[in-house]
């Protein structure tokens, strides 16, 4: 049983450009979720889904975008990197008896020069 | 508005007994959750408490006041490995979690 599982662990970026952070879950979890985890803060909502098909803005949406295609998948895309995106994103997923014991991925160190 | 504090770091020796504690400020709580980050790897679910009181499970236990807006996380008989940062965590009026910075728990031998 993998759990919650993210690709890729670590990237490195130049300003501008874009990429795609896949995460996976074999839970049949109906909640997804993607967070940002930067020194001396908080794990911030980036968006969130509900179920396949859906999507909603978390906290802090600005600069990415999402897709649930499918209910095991949740895709978060960086339009064109910024150094402000620098962090460790967490992808997490929970059920819908205990939607906030959430099972979290290992994390992507993403870099943006 | 909405906040959460914790303290940023706290020393403990093994063996010994360390509360951690949490106050927050949320306009939809719907339960407090504690949460466990070793470094450099992912958060683990440790507590969730709802209704007022004590929950405990096995070393560790959760406090909770509503009325007061706070918590606690009590670790007994610390070990190594409890050496990690914990994170309180309660939920916003779209029922969606809201996150402390984390404390680092320290355990000395």
């Known amino acids: 049983n993998a759990g919650v599982t993210q690709t890729p662990k670590f990237r490195v970026l130049k300003t501008g450009q874009s990429m795609t952070l896949l995460c996976a879950q074999d839970?049949?979890?109906?909640?997804m979720y993607w967070y940002r985890q930067d020194p001396g803060m908080g794990l911030r909502l980036i968006h969130y889904?509900?179920?396949?098909?859906?999507?909603a803005k978390g906290e802090v949406p600005d600069g990415y975008n999402v897709s649930r295609l499918k209910k095991q998948n949740f895709l978060l895309g960086l339009e064109s990197a910024a150094p402000s995106q620098t962090s460790v994103y967490f992808c997490a997923s929970g059920d819908t008896s205990g939607a906030n014991v959430l099972t979290f991925g290992a994390g992507s160190r993403l870099t943006v020069l | 508005g909405q906040n959460i504090d914790q303290p940023t770091e706290m020393t403990a020796t093994e063996g010994a007994i360390v509360q951690i504690n949490c106050t927050y400020q949320?306009?939809?709580?719907?339960?407090l959750f504690w949460y466990q980050q070793h470094a450099g790897e992912a958060p683990t679910f440790l507590s969730y408490n709802v209704l007022d009181g004590l929950e405990e499970k096995g070393r560790f236990s959760s406090f909770l006041s509503r009325s007061k807006g706070y918590s606690y996380l009590l670790l007994k008989e610390l070990q190594m490995k409890d050496s990690a940062s914990y994170l309180c965590a309660t939920t916003d009026s779209n029922y969606q979690l809201i996150w402390g910075a984390g404390t680092k728990l320290i355990i000395k031998p």
């Open positions: 839970m049949n979890h109906e909640y």
């Open positions: 889904s509900v179920g396949e098909g859906t999507t």
């Open positions: 949320t306009s939809g709580f719907n339960g």
